[in-house]
T-cell receptor
Framework: EDQVTQSPEALRLQEGESSSLNCSYT??????LFWYRQDPGKGPEFLFT???AGEEKEKERLKATLTKKESFLHITAPKPEDSATYLC????????FGKGTRLHILP | ETGVTQSPTHLIKTRGQQVTLRCSSQ?????VSWYQQALGQGPQFIFQ???????GRGNFPPRFSGLQFPNYSSELNVNALELDDSALYLC???????????FGPGTRLTVL
């Protein structure tokens, strides 16, 4: 059965304290892996698409990487405005989302 | 460039009723996907429409149905509402079926 597991479920960091979020997946044929940010009560906001192992994408303080079994979202020197739920999704013949990691950055 | 819009924002229905949710896709996008998101969970795929045809369906019963119109806007219909249907319903549009999706703000459905 295709699965997407995100860890940790929740993470509290001090402002400036870098960390990584994990997304592990088991799908028969990966066609793409997506990262989204979701603020409370809003729709997910697209961040990155990764297609093949070894690929990396960066945007401001965020960097996403991909291996054959997992993806990491690295957050460097986060700020309070980075607080949100980060969702990972994988696509084979349909899109499967993980439950997300709730990130809270303390000032 | 106009983003994805959804209506209504909030909706309260009673068990057994029917509901229609609407979505306007982002300009230039020909694919619309619908998701159900329960509190504290990730979005669950309901179905996808590509050029007015259903292009994949998740594990949802037939009382969840949809339409896509020639202008690529879409509707989600849910019949015989159940209490467990209470959730945030998200619409996402994309250019093609394999590219990144852009989400609307969602419709919060409460079934009493």
């Amino acid at each position: 059965e295709d699965q997407v597991t995100q860890s940790p479920e929740a993470l509290r960091l001090q402002e400036g304290e870098s960390s990584s979020l994990n997304c592990s997946y088991t799908v028969s044929g990966l066609r793409g892996l997506f990262w989204y940010r979701q603020d409370p009560g809003k729709g997910p906001e697209f961040l990155f698409t990764l297609y093949s192992a070894g690929e990396e994408k960066e945007k401001e303080r965020l960097k996403a990487t991909l291996t054959k079994k997992e993806s990491f979202l690295h957050i460097t020197a986060p700020k309070p405005e980075d607080s949100a739920t980060y969702l990972c999704a994988v696509q084979d013949d349909k899109i499967i989302f993980g439950k997300g990691t709730r990130l809270h950055i303390l000032p | 460039e106009t983003g994805v819009t959804q209506s209504p924002t909030h909706l309260i229905k009673t068990r057994g009723q029917q509901v229609t949710l609407r979505c306007s896709s982002q300009s230039g996008h020909n694919t619309v996907s619908w998701y159900q998101q329960a509190l504290g969970q990730g979005p669950q795929f309901i179905f996808q429409y590509y050029r007015e045809e259903e292009n994949g369906r998740g594990n949802f019963p037939p009382r969840f149905s949809g339409l896509q119109f020639p202008n690529y806007s879409s509707e989600l219909n849910v019949n015989a509402l159940e209490l467990d249907d209470s959730a945030l319903y998200l619409c996402a549009s994309s250019l093609g079926t394999r590219n990144e999706q852009f989400f609307g703000p969602g419709t919060r459905l409460t079934v009493l």
